[in-house]
């Protein structure tokens, strides 16, 4: 997988938000929001890790089992995938 170049992510109260930047702004509208896991994924992905790798960072760092924890970043995967921030 690899995120889109031209992304910034900053927080914004409890939430983190993704906002295309530079050339990346002419071709994506509009920001993605996270909550705190979202965040996790997120940064495991712009590492170059892959699913079940950020699915461990969620279960080293909180209290979930493998299942939910890929589940979750699935989530993201596909929230960022329909936004156009990640490619396979």
């Given at each position: 997988?690899?995120?889109?170049?031209?992304?910034?992510?900053?927080?914004?109260?409890?939430?983190?938000?993704?906002?295309?930047t530079?050339?990346?702004?002419?071709?994506?509208?509009?920001?993605?929001?996270?909550?705190?896991?979202?965040?996790?994924?997120?940064?495991?992905?712009?590492?170059?890790?892959?699913?079940?790798?950020?699915?461990?960072?969620?279960?080293?760092?909180?209290?979930?089992?493998?299942?939910?924890?890929?589940?979750?970043?699935r989530?993201?995967?596909?929230?960022?995938?329909?936004?156009?921030?990640?490619?396979?």
């Amino acid at each position: 997988m690899k995120m889109v170049d031209g992304m910034m992510i900053t927080q914004v109260g409890e939430d983190w938000v993704a906002v295309p930047t530079g050339e990346a702004s002419s071709k994506l509208h509009g920001i993605v929001r996270f909550n705190k896991t979202g965040k996790v994924v997120w940064d495991a992905l712009a590492e170059g890790l892959d699913e079940e790798a950020a699915a461990g960072r969620l279960t080293d760092r909180y209290d979930v089992d493998d299942e939910r924890a890929l589940a979750a970043v699935r989530g993201v995967v596909e929230k960022l995938e329909s936004a156009g921030l990640l490619s396979r």
